[in-house]
């Protein structure tokens, strides 16, 4: 299993979860938590996933996500979950 | 499992609080690159430059877009050039050929500084490393990327005052053929005291002869975060304020580490060490004198500042040793006065004088750093200032330095520019005493002693 955690912040609107879970599926990427909260109208949601079954390398992943951001207003990031781990868990 | 604050945490480390890898440094032994016949040696030293460091870029690349973390700059360091020069260079324009092919193997693999260009001579000089040092002016005019460094003493072998009265003449030589670039030459020569084998950060990198035939030594930086981190500890006593620190250091440390293993394993090179030190820019909220204000001075050069700087520096030094699997290099808070902007309004208020600096080095890595002078400073002077700064890292058996610049045509009240991560400054006063005869004696400075420590 290859951990991905992709986070999506922005405007709250329709169909952010929608938009972004139909490119995982799309991409055969496997989600396996998702936590979501509103902080003053803004959007912060954050996904743990499974990228092992995909075919595109991190790099395509991390920018095919960023610009559909950009398409739908929001700022999506998709990092290895290790910098967070390493961070945070000794 | 990881949680949403977690996350947003570091995330919001990375973007707004400058959170990065400073620097992935590979260093390249170049000792197999010995000849007798200088071209030979030339063609050998470009081929295994590019051949070691042809991925690294792309490798850096990489790392930053899977984990989402900027790694800034990747360079190279590489066997001190007077070591491996000796037999092929018979003067000093021999080594500045030597210091072009260095630039144009860095050039050709993309990285922005190669580090090396160096003659480690704490003790004596041979002629080939007096060819080096007197090369320097003419290397670091006629090349955009190569840096070099000068060790002139050490706690075990004292200070060579030879060498320190040469690097003087050095210095100055180098600001007037830089002189229509306001002196930056300077910006790329540094003068060391115990100057440390595995050091990652320019202008003072090089690769020792300690070392294996290649290394990644990775440097991490981050005093916005330690800064954000000190926002929220105003009033809190000193133990509280440590232990913020110490755990924003670690975090930060984590994240080096993590960067490290990756590179040497994408490079298949082994991993060095990962040196903590807290490298500021000129960015706004990059920088170590915001953190000694959220400590609770007005400005850096305030009575407190020296205090300040040894906790800042010995807690990020705790907080970073157990993040690392091998910590070395620098390791500790760096106190550049044109790369940091708080320390360049320190100035400006009148705060912050060279004098206090040098009190401050006593306790941080390093030493005088990027530090503009009155282009008609004495080279005396300079020597003199050199002298008190190798004194400084012989008696307290740590690492200290001068990179000094002294600019051309512009004296106190001026300004410097000298762009990107370099940054820009005030020119600072220099005492205007002189020390022409305590420089001019010659010799070395015998080893301290090292018992009866008081």
Same mark, same amino acid.
């Given at each position: 299993?290859?951990?991905?955690?992709?986070?999506?912040?922005?405007?709250?609107?329709?169909g952010?979860?929608?938009?972004v879970?139909?490119? &995982?599926?799309?991409?055969?990427?496997? !989600?396996?938590?998702?936590?979501?909260?509103?902080?003053?109208?803004? +959007?912060?949601? $954050?996904?743990?996933?499974?990228?092992?079954?995909?075919?595109?390398?991190?790099g395509?992943?991390?920018?095919? &996500?960023?610009?559909?951001?950009?398409? !739908?207003?929001?700022?999506i990031?998709?990092?290895?979950?290790?910098? +967070?781990?390493? $961070?945070?868990?000794? | 499992?990881?949680?949403i604050?977690?996350?947003?945490?570091?995330?919001?480390?990375?973007?707004?609080?400058?959170?990065?890898?400073?620097?992935?440094?590979?260093?390249?032994?170049?000792?197999?690159?010995?000849?007798?016949?200088?071209?030979?040696?030339?063609?050998?030293?470009?081929?295994?430059?590019v051949?070691?460091?042809?991925?690294l870029?792309?490798?850096?690349?990489?790392?930053?877009?899977?984990?989402?973390?900027?790694?800034?700059?990747?360079?190279?360091?590489?066997?001190?050039?007077?070591?491996?020069?000796?037999?092929?260079?018979?003067?000093?324009?021999?080594?500045?050929?030597?210091?072009?092919?260095?630039?144009?193997?860095?050039k050709?693999?993309?990285?922005?500084?190669?580090?090396?260009?160096?003659?480690?001579?704490?003790?004596?000089?041979?002629?080939?490393?007096?060819?080096?040092?007197?090369?320097?002016?003419?290397?670091?005019?006629?090349?955009?990327?190569?840096?070099s460094?000068?060790?002139?003493?050490?706690?075990?072998?004292?200070?060579?005052?030879?060498?320190?009265?040469?690097?003087?003449?050095?210095?100055?030589?180098?600001?007037q053929?830089?002189?229509?670039?306001?002196?930056?030459?300077?910006?790329?020569?540094?003068?060391?005291?115990?100057?440390?084998?595995?050091?990652?950060?320019?202008?003072?990198?090089?690769?020792?002869?300690?070392?294996?035939?290649?290394?990644?030594?990775?440097?991490?930086?981050?005093?916005?975060?330690?800064?954000?981190?000190?926002?929220?500890?105003?009033?809190?006593?000193?133990?509280?304020?440590?232990?913020?620190?110490?755990?924003?250091?670690?975090?930060?440390?984590?994240?080096?580490?993590?960067?490290?293993?990756?590179?040497?394993?994408?490079?298949?090179?082994?991993f060095?060490?990962?040196?903590?030190?807290?490298?500021p820019?000129?960015?706004?909220g990059?920088?170590?004198?915001?953190?000694?204000?959220?400590?609770?001075?007005?400005?850096?050069?305030?009575?407190?500042?020296?205090?300040?700087?040894?906790?800042?520096?010995?807690?990020?030094?705790?907080?970073?040793?157990?993040?690392?699997?091998?910590?070395g290099?620098?390791?500790g808070?760096?106190?550049?006065?044109?790369?940091?902007?708080?320390?360049?309004?320190?100035?400006?208020?009148?705060?912050?004088?060279?004098?206090?600096?040098?009190?401050?080095?006593?306790?941080?890595?390093?030493?005088?750093?990027?530090?503009?002078i009155?282009?008609?400073?004495?080279?005396?002077?300079?020597?003199?200032?050199?002298?008190?700064?190798?004194?400084?890292?012989?008696?307290?058996?740590?690492?200290?330095?001068?990179?000094?610049?002294?600019?051309?045509?512009?004296?106190?009240?001026e300004?410097?520019?000298?762009?990107?991560?370099?940054?820009?400054?005030?020119?600072?006063?220099?005492?205007?005493?002189?020390?022409?005869?305590?420089?001019?004696?010659?010799?070395?400075?015998?080893?301290?002693?090292?018992?009866?420590?008081?």
């Amino acid at each position: 299993m290859k951990k991905t955690i992709i986070t999506v912040v922005g405007q709250d609107k329709v169909g952010i979860i929608a938009k972004v879970c139909t490119y &995982l599926s799309n991409n055969q990427i496997n !989600i396996l938590d998702i936590s979501q909260t509103i902080v003053q109208g803004y +959007f912060n949601m $954050m996904m743990i996933t499974d990228t092992s079954k995909s075919s595109k390398d991190m790099g395509v992943l991390s920018q095919e &996500l960023a610009g559909l951001g950009e398409e !739908i207003g929001m700022v999506i990031r998709c990092q290895n979950e290790d910098i +967070f781990t390493k $961070m945070h868990r000794i | 499992m990881i949680n949403i604050f977690e996350v947003n945490e570091t995330n919001q480390m990375i973007e707004q609080e400058n959170l990065d890898v400073r620097t992935i440094t590979l260093g390249v032994s170049l000792l197999d690159c010995i000849d007798s016949d200088l071209e030979k040696m030339r063609e050998r030293v470009y081929e295994k430059i590019v051949d070691k460091a042809k991925n690294l870029v792309s490798v850096g690349r990489e790392i930053e877009m899977e984990y989402g973390i900027p790694i800034v700059n990747k360079r190279i360091s590489v066997t001190p050039i007077a070591l491996i020069g000796g037999n092929a260079c018979k003067s000093p324009e021999d080594f500045v050929s030597l210091a072009k092919v260095l630039d144009e193997a860095v050039k050709a693999v993309q990285v922005n500084f190669i580090g090396g260009y160096s003659a480690l001579v704490s003790k004596g000089m041979t002629p080939a490393e007096e060819y080096l040092i007197r090369s320097i002016p003419q290397a670091l005019a006629e090349t955009d990327r190569v840096c070099s460094s000068v060790n002139v003493g050490s706690t075990k072998t004292g200070i060579n005052m030879d060498a320190v009265k040469l690097m003087g003449e050095v210095i100055l030589d180098t600001a007037q053929k830089t002189k229509d670039r306001d002196s930056c030459g300077c910006t790329k020569l540094v003068v060391f005291c115990n100057a440390p084998d595995d050091n990652p950060f320019m202008a003072g990198a090089f690769h020792g002869v300690t070392e294996a035939d290649s290394i990644i030594n990775v440097g991490v930086s981050g005093p916005g975060v330690v800064k954000r981190a000190l926002e929220n500890a105003h009033g809190v006593d000193f133990e509280t304020l440590c232990e913020t620190i110490k755990r924003t250091a670690f975090k930060v440390t984590r994240v080096g580490q993590l960067v490290a293993q990756e590179a040497s394993r994408r490079l298949g090179v082994p991993f060095g060490i990962l040196d903590l030190s807290l490298a500021p820019t000129p960015a706004v909220g990059d920088s170590v004198a915001d953190i000694l204000r959220e400590i609770g001075l007005e400005h850096p050069g305030a009575p407190g500042t020296t205090a300040a700087l040894a906790l800042l520096n010995d807690q990020v030094k705790k907080g970073g040793v157990m993040a690392s699997s091998a910590v070395g290099g620098l390791s500790g808070a760096f106190i550049p006065v044109s790369e940091d902007q708080g320390m360049i309004d320190a100035v400006d208020a009148g705060a912050l004088t060279l004098e206090k600096l040098e009190a401050m080095t006593c306790v941080c890595s390093v030493g005088l750093d990027m530090v503009a002078i009155p282009g008609d400073t004495p080279a005396s002077a300079i020597s003199g200032m050199i002298a008190d700064e190798a004194a400084i890292g012989m008696i307290n058996q740590k690492t200290t330095a001068v990179r000094v610049i002294p600019v051309i045509g512009k004296g106190v009240g001026e300004t410097v520019e000298f762009g990107g991560l370099l940054g820009h400054g005030p020119i600072m006063p220099v005492n205007g005493f002189s020390c022409e005869e305590f420089v001019e004696r010659g010799g070395r400075i015998p080893a301290p002693i090292h018992s009866f420590k008081n």
